[in-house]
């Protein structure tokens, strides 16, 4: 089935530790969202890719990275100097056709 | 830039009663419009969507939305919900300038449908 895959699901990590989400997709999109999801904040966007090899920062990349070397695969990674980790991840990809975002299931990342 | 305004947090509505879920936006451009849903612990998933033509929208579910340029607003509405209508829904607006690639997402309108 054609679709978004994030993994993992669900993550713990001790603070300072890096970590990186994976976010896979077989729709042939050329475009890959990262967005962050906090309670009663809505959805803020982190870094987004329209071409392989490019990328751009959103409105809160400060803390994270993220890679585009293929144009299936966009993973993020939330580094230690991220001061609130502790969120729910969300990736997306779009084809510029019609601008409608396509989401994975998402992953919880907790930092203890 | 642009910027949406979801301004009810929570909305509670008695099963088979109807329901609108207010959405407003500011863009000094044209722009495209969306609604999604959200269960719980999962992705987001397209209600429907204005990007031109006919202002007033249907889209899955039975759920259908109006564009109105002058009040600058794109409000969700259902004659009637479901049990299965309660979820998280976020209104979403993108300018339609070229070059601009970014989706904004509105805080969410929680709704919850009471038997």
């Known amino acids: 089935d054609g679709g978004i895959t994030q993994s993992p699901k669900y993550l713990f990590r001790k603070e300072g530790q890096n970590v990186t989400l994976s976010c896979e997709q077989n729709?042939?999109?050329?475009?890959m969202y990262w967005y962050r999801q906090d309670p009663g904040q809505g959805l803020r966007l982190i870094y987004y890719?329209?071409?392989?090899?490019?990328?751009q920062k959103g409105d809160i990349a400060e803390g994270y990275s993220v890679s585009r070397e293929k144009k299936e695969s966009f993973p993020l990674t939330v580094t230690s100097a991220q001061k609130n980790p502790t969120a729910f991840y969300l990736c997306?990809?779009?084809?510029?056709?019609?601008?409608?975002?396509?989401f994975g299931e998402g992953s919880r990342l907790t930092v203890l | 830039a642009q910027s949406v305004t979801q301004l009810d947090s929570q909305v509670p509505v008695f099963e088979e009663a109807p329901v609108e879920l207010r959405c407003n936006y500011s863009?000094?451009?044209?722009?495209?419009l969306f609604w999604y849903v959200q269960y719980p612990n999962q992705g987001l998933q397209l209600l429907l969507k204005?990007?031109?033509?006919?202002?007033l929208v249907k889209g899955i579910n039975g759920f259908e939305a109006e564009f109105n340029k002058s009040q600058t607003s794109f409000h969700l509405r259902k004659p009637s919900v479901h049990i299965s209508d309660t979820a998280e829904y976020f209104c979403?607006?993108?300018?339609?300038?070229?070059?601009?690639?970014?989706?904004?997402f509105g805080t969410g309108t929680r709704l919850t449908i009471i038997p």
């Open positions: 863009s000094s451009v044209s722009v495209y």
């Open positions: 890719s329209q071409i392989v090899n490019d990328f």
């Open positions: 997306a990809s779009s084809p510029r056709t019609s601008w409608e975002l396509f």
């Open positions: 729709l042939n999109h050329d475009a």
């Open positions: 979403a607006v993108k300018e339609s300038n070229f070059g601009n690639e970014k989706l904004t």
């Open positions: 204005y990007l031109s033509g006919s202002t």
